[in-house]
T-cell receptor
Framework: LAKTTQPISMDSYEGQEVNITCSHNNIATNDYITWYQQFPSQGPRFIIQGYKTKVTNEVASLFIPADRKSSTLSLPRVSLSDTAVYYCLVGDLNTGGFKTIFGAGTRLFVKA | DGGITQSPKYLFRKEGQNVTLSCEQNLNHDAMYWYRQDPGQGLRLIYYSQIVNDFQKGDIAEGYSVSREKKESFPLTVTSAQKNPTAFYLC????????????FGPGTRLTVT
């Protein structure tokens, strides 16, 4: 299972774009990259998932370079309510869901 | 309205007592999971089930037990053998068996004194 490394914490201000990078040097050919968001005392919530290049939805964008050894979650114009922990996960879409590893994640603090 | 429910939200027990945490989903998902989260930490997998009447141990199964008699339900029992049971417990489900989107319940915060 591909291990991921992401910063422990980040600070930002309201209205700024935030980019959180995740390293996954031993990602496998069939692996996808998935990001979750977790607020205190709540379960994580799926944000975005991708395999290569760029994926965008109403919440965020996910940038994946050609070698797929890292990925960047981009949150446009953050607000105070985006203060949360963000988890980067890597794994096969069809098998091994039980191997999904939620590490410590990145704690994002958005200030006014 | 589809989703996962966990009850209760807060649970207090005395040391030495077994306690069962409820998890129900109406998403028609085959796979269900139980995670434990300690303060400032990530999630650790306790048990998972990919189909009814089948479940496997995760990374920290000691002191816990589960059952999967119905597709919708995956209760977790925290036994007296669990040495440090105070934690935040999260149940999740997913349609497939891979890293596809997992839907999480609101969690149960268990305090054992």
């Amino acid at each position: 299972l591909a291990k991921t490394t992401q910063p422990i914490s980040m600070d930002s201000y309201e209205g700024q774009e935030v980019n959180i990078t995740c390293s996954h040097n031993n990602i496998a050919t069939n692996d996808y990259i998935t990001w979750y968001q977790q607020f205190p005392s709540q379960g994580p919530r799926f944000i975005i998932q991708g395999y290569k290049t760029k994926v965008t939805n109403e919440v965020a964008s996910l940038f994946i370079p050609a070698d797929r050894k890292s990925s960047t979650l981009s949150l446009p114009r953050v607000s105070l309510s985006d203060t949360a922990v963000y988890y980067c996960l890597v794994g096969d879409l069809n098998t091994g869901g039980f191997k999904t590893i939620f590490g410590a994640g990145t704690r994002l603090f958005v200030k006014a | 309205d589809g989703g996962i429910t966990q009850s209760p939200k807060y649970l207090f027990r005395k040391e030495g007592q077994n306690v069962t945490l409820s998890c129900e989903q109406n998403l028609n998902h085959d796979a269900m999971y139980w995670y434990r989260q300690d303060p400032g930490q990530g999630l650790r997998l306790i048990y998972y089930s990919q189909i009814v009447n089948d479940f496997q141990k995760g990374d920290i199964a000691e002191g816990y037990s589960v059952s999967r008699e119905k597709k919708e339900s995956f209760p977790l029992t925290v036994t007296s053998a669990q040495k440090n049971p105070t934690a935040f417990y999260l149940c999740a489900s997913s349609a497939g068996g891979g890293i596809g989107e997992q839907y999480f319940g609101p969690g149960t915060r268990l305090t054992v004194t």
